[in-house]
């Protein structure tokens, strides 16, 4: 029960992660095609259109580091919660959990 809970966990997080990708890339693609592809703003400044079309991947890369941080603190107690008899049962549920995510 505890590792279906935790493998719950690790969904749920990795679920976050993609559709809050998604919503920047889908934003950093929006934001590109209104002030380069279809200059829909000519009075706009050639420099402000730069930064913020690099907002929504400042947010991108940002959101990938809050989530990176936060997953592994959580996949670090997992294991731990789910009480293992063997260090090494331990460290590969660990393993198994961080490499889940980080790929």
Do not use: C, G
């Not at 559709?19 to 402000?48: C, G, H, M, Q, R």
């Not at 929504?56 to 731990?80: C, G, M, R």
């Amino acid at each position: 029960v505890k590792q279906a809970v935790s493998l719950l966990i690790t969904v749920i997080v990795f679920v976050l992660l993609i559709a809050t990708s998604y919503s920047l890339l889908k934003l950093d693609y929006a934001t590109k095609e209104a002030f380069i592809t279809n200059n829909e703003y000519p009075n706009v400044p050639d420099f402000i259109k730069t930064m913020l079309v690099l907002i929504p991947e400042i947010f991108l890369s940002a959101t990938i580091i809050v989530f990176d941080t936060v997953y592994t603190s959580i996949a670090e107690k997992l294991p731990s919660w789910e009480n293992y008899r063997f260090i090494n049962t331990h460290d590969n549920a660990l393993i198994a959990k961080l490499i889940f995510f980080r790929l």
